[in-house]
C-alpha cells in the first residue's frame, strides 16, 4: 500500500451513528484500559480519531499514517497528541519506543504484512504491549477490494508469535442489542457503567474481527467492552432483503412466463410431429399399393431405355 493505492478509511465525522462507528470506536475504547500513562504509537492512524480516544489515558500518543491528507484538516483534542507521515513498513528511527503499539484495521490492506509487522515489533520497548486486529477471513465477507491478507486467528496470534513471546487472542463480535435507561443516560453518548447479559454465545473462531496482544513481558488483563450503536444498520439491512425478495418474486414471475411460453411452443412441435407422422403414414400406405409399385417399375423402365437410346 502506498499514497497512490486506493484507500479505505473510516472517518467518524462522516461515517458516524451506524455499526461501523461502533466497530472501530469500540476498539479504540477497549485498549483505553491498556495504555494509561504509557507512550503510545497510534499505527496508520487515519484521521486521527482512535489517537484522541487513546489520549484521554495515555502519557503520549505518536499517530502515522502512510497518507499525508488523512488528519491534516482535522483538529486535535488532545495537546498530547502528534500526528506525522509514517509508513509501517519503514518507520523513521526518531520515533523512538513506546510502552505500547496499537495497529487496528491496517494489515489487511497490505499484501505483504510481515515489514509491517517487524516494524512495528522494532519500535516496541522492553515489556511492551503490541496490539494487532483483522478481519477474521473465515467470517469476515469476501470481496473488500481494498483488503489483501485478512488473517484467520490462529494465522494472527502465529504471526505475532513469531515475533513476541506472549501472545494471547481477543475477539470482537456484532450483535443487536435493547438497552433500557432512563433520559439522561439515553441522550448520553459517553461510555456507562451498565451490567451487560448476553442472550447469543459465542464460539472462538467465529469472530468477525480478532485482535490480537503480544509482548516479551507478561500480558495484561483485559475486560470486555461494549458499544451499541443506532438500528439504522438493522433498518437498512431490512430493506435490503425486502429488495431482494422482490426482485426474487419478479424473477420468479418471469420465470412462470417463460414456463408458459415453453409450453406453449412444446404443444406446438407436438403438434406439427403428430401432423408430419400422419403424412408419413399416408406416404407409406400410398408406396405400398400395386398402383405405387407398377409405376415405380414403368419410370424405371423408361428411364433405362431413354439411357440405352441417348448412349
Not at 491534516?72 to 523512538?96: F, I
Request: aromatic share 6%; with cysteine; net charge negative.
Amino acid at each position: 500500500m502506498s499514497v497512490t493505492d486506493p484507500i479505505e478509511r473510516f472517518d467518524p465525522d462522516t461515517m458516524g451513528g451506524r455499526l461501523l462507528e461502533a466497530e472501530h470506536v469500540a476498539r479504540y475504547r477497549w485498549a483505553t484500559a491498556l495504555v494509561a500513562g504509557k507512550r503510545v504509537l497510534d499505527a496508520g492512524c487515519g484521521t486521527g480519531y482512535g489517537s484522541d480516544l487513546l489520549a484521554e489515558a495515555a502519557a503520549e500518543v505518536v499517530g502515522i499514517d502512510v497518507d499525508p491528507g488523512a488528519f491534516a484538516d482535522r483538529e486535535r483534542r488532545h495537546g498530547n497528541v502528534t500526528l506525522s507521515v509514517g509508513d509501517l513498513r519503514a518507520l523513521p528511527e526518531e520515533l523512538g519506543r513506546f510502552d505500547a503499539v496499537v495497529c487496528f484495521e491496517v494489515v489487511e490492506h497490505l499484501d505483504d504484512p510481515d515489514p509491517a509487522l517487524d516494524g512495528l515489533v522494532r519500535v516496541l520497548g522492553p515489556g511492551g504491549i503490541l496490539v494487532v486486529s483483522s478481519p477474521n477471513r473465515d467470517v469476515y465477507p469476501p470481496g473488500n477490494p481494498y483488503h489483501k491478507h485478512e488473517f484467520r486467528p490462529d494465522e494472527l496470534a502465529d504471526a505475532l508469535g513469531a515475533r513476541l513471546a506472549n501472545v494471547r487472542l481477543v475477539r470482537q463480535v456484532d450483535w443487536l442489542a435493547t438497552g433500557v435507561f432512563d433520559d439522561d443516560e439515553l441522550a448520553s453518548s459517553e461510555a456507562l457503567p451498565v451490567p451487560v447479559a448476553k442472550t447469543a454465545p459465542g464460539e472462538p473462531g467465529k469472530e468477525l474481527y480478532s485482535i490480537a496482544l503480544a509482548s516479551d513481558g507478561p500480558l495484561p488483563k483485559t475486560q470486555p467492552f461494549v458499544m451499541v450503536a443506532d438500528t439504522a444498520d438493522l433498518r437498512w439491512w431490512q430493506e435490503v432483503v425486502q429488495g431482494l425478495r422482490d426482485e426474487l418474486a419478479a424473477k420468479a414471475t418471469h420465470v412462470q412466463q417463460l414456463e408458459g411460453w415453453l409450453q406453449q411452443r412444446t404443444s406446438e412441435l407436438e403438434d406439427k410431429n403428430a401432423e408430419a407422422q400422419e403424412l408419413n403414414d399416408t406416404i407409406a400406405a400410398m408406396q405400398a399399393t400395386r398402383a405405387w409399385r407398377l409405376g415405380t417399375s414403368y419410370w424405371g423402365l423408361r428411364d433405362r431405355l431413354l439411357r440405352r437410346r441417348l448412349g
